[in-house]
């Protein structure tokens, strides 16, 4: 089994539709991310947390937010969803003081119409 | 944090080695470089990562050179599956910031 899964893994939405992507993770790491990633650019960081307590916007954070539910957990919502927000959407965990090893899960493909 | 610069694209033949360069000429005593790779639409896959010794390990090997400026992964033995757009990022190890800073990257493309 994978160790960092995402679901859903294709996703159509209309605008103005809230939709909430979901990561899991097996690893036991502390940290967790979530990036967006346009075609042919790379990827952009949108939330992260290093504890269930910890949450922090990254680059691109507006028009989404985030739930830590539990160490292995980590939900990214579109309160309302718009065209450019269609994007393939990565998790990612990483230990605590390895930030910059991480471990990627397999991306959400998002189409908002 | 450093600048990273790597070639747009590289073609290597199956069975040979593919070596992927990256400048990083401003890059300070403290940060690290780190290899990703990312499969076509596939999450980036973590390769190795080093300071200024050279690191092997079951994917690849990191050549850094010794003014730490540059340097060179190889895959020693390039496959089919190789082929994939390879990142260079340079960071401080453990820094609190949270995010990996992807480039453009290197896209090799293993030919048989």
């Known amino acids: 089994d994978a160790d960092v899964t995402q679901t859903p893994r294709n996703r159509i939405t209309k605008t103005g539709k809230r939709i909430m992507l979901e990561c899991s993770q097996t690893?036991?790491?502390?940290?967790m991310y979530w990036y967006r990633q346009d075609p042919g650019l790379g990827l952009r960081l949108i939330y992260y947390?290093?504890?269930?307590?910890?949450?922090n916007k990254g680059e691109i954070s507006d028009g989404y937010s985030v739930s830590r539910q539990a160490q292995a957990k980590f939900s990214l919502s579109l309160e309302s969803a718009i065209p450019n927000q269609t994007a393939l959407y990565f998790c990612?965990?990483?230990?605590?003081?390895?930030?910059?090893?991480?471990?990627f899960g397999p991306g959400t493909r998002l189409t908002v119409t | 944090d450093a600048k990273t610069t790597q070639p747009t694209s590289m073609d290597c033949a199956e069975g040979r080695a593919a070596n992927l360069p990256c400048n990083h000429s401003?890059?300070?005593?403290?940060?690290?470089v780190y290899w990703y790779r990312q499969i076509h639409s596939q999450g980036p896959q973590y390769i190795i990562h080093?300071?200024?010794n050279n690191e092997t390990n079951e994917m690849a090997s990191l050549i850094i050179t010794e003014d730490r400026k540059s340097s060179t992964l190889i895959l020693p033995h390039a496959t089919l599956r190789d082929t994939a757009v390879y990142y260079c990022?340079?960071?401080?190890?453990?820094?609190?910031?949270?995010?990996?800073?992807f480039g453009k990257g290197t896209k090799l493309s293993v030919k048989p």
């Open positions: 990022i340079v960071r401080v190890y453990g820094g609190s910031q949270g995010n990996l800073i």
């Open positions: 947390s290093f504890d269930v307590k910890d949450i």
């Open positions: 990612a965990t990483s230990d605590y003081g390895t930030s910059y090893e991480q471990y």
């Open positions: 401003t890059i300070s005593g403290n940060e690290y």
């Open positions: 080093g300071l200024k």
């Open positions: 690893k036991g790491h502390d940290r």
